[in-house]
């Protein structure tokens, strides 16, 4: 089983529409928790990161399931410049952080 | 500085060269990834620095690769006698490591872009 698994789209979807990508860990001692966002042919760049009680920016929400070991992103009212990939990223200590390979997302006029 | 900064940022090499790229992290980071990237792939972890402690290599692909950082600060990744399939985005990222919540929030460069002929 792979380290952080995620859903590789992609998810073609329209202005305005709801969309939400989930995200796998396999070591049940992660503590740590993120989602980035990498436009194409660019660097990631961290979107929010993630707690143990779900956090919220703005139209994106971050939700934890430690008993399920998922990760969640929910995307409201999505714009065309959302479209790019998402990074689900996992972290335990002083180990390297684990990155998924990523969900693409494009948001279609 | 305000950001990672990688150089350089572009680098064609005819196959067997070896070629150095270079990662200056922000002021302060003490953990330093690099990753490596090919076209339409996720993330390749490669090696790990965090403050004095031993790096993590275990993310190398080969003897050819290698990884140093002097002083803490600024990293410089060699690949010897570079293969085709080396070509890729070599990504550096920086982060304050460990200590408190978000200390290990991973900023990155723009990546050097390596092509190997």
């Known amino acids: 089983r792979k380290e952080v698994e995620q859903d590789p789209g992609p998810f073609n979807v329209p202005e305005g529409a709801t969309v939400a990508f989930n995200c796998t860990y396999s070591n049940s001692a992660s503590q740590s928790f993120f989602w980035y966002r990498q436009d194409c042919r660019k660097e990631p760049k961290l979107l929010m990161s993630v707690y143990s009680s779900g956090n919220e920016d703005g139209r994106f929400t971050a939700q934890l399931n430690r008993a399920s070991q998922y990760i969640s992103l929910l995307i409201r009212d999505s714009k065309l410049s959302d479209s790019a990939t998402y990074l689900c990223?996992?972290?335990?200590?002083?180990?390297?952080?684990?990155f998924g390979k990523g969900t693409r997302l494009s948001v279609i006029a | 500085g305000a950001g990672v900064s990688q150089s350089p940022s572009n680098k064609v090499t005819e196959k067997g060269k070896d070629v150095e790229l270079r990662c200056d992290p922000i002021s302060g980071h003490t953990a330093l990834y690099w990753y490596r990237q090919s076209l339409g792939q996720g993330l390749e972890f490669l090696i790990y620095f965090q403050g004095n402690s031993a790096p993590d290599k275990s993310g190398l692909p080969s003897d050819r690769f290698s990884a140093e950082r002097t002083g803490g600060s600024v990293s410089t990744l060699t690949i010897q006698r570079t293969q085709q399939e080396d070509s890729a985005v070599y990504l550096c990222?920086?982060?304050f490591g460990t200590g408190s919540t978000g200390a290990n929030v991973l900023t990155f460069g723009a990546g050097s872009r390596l092509t190997v002929l």
């Open positions: 990223v996992v972290g335990l200590g002083n180990t390297p952080l684990v």
């Open positions: 990222a920086s982060s």
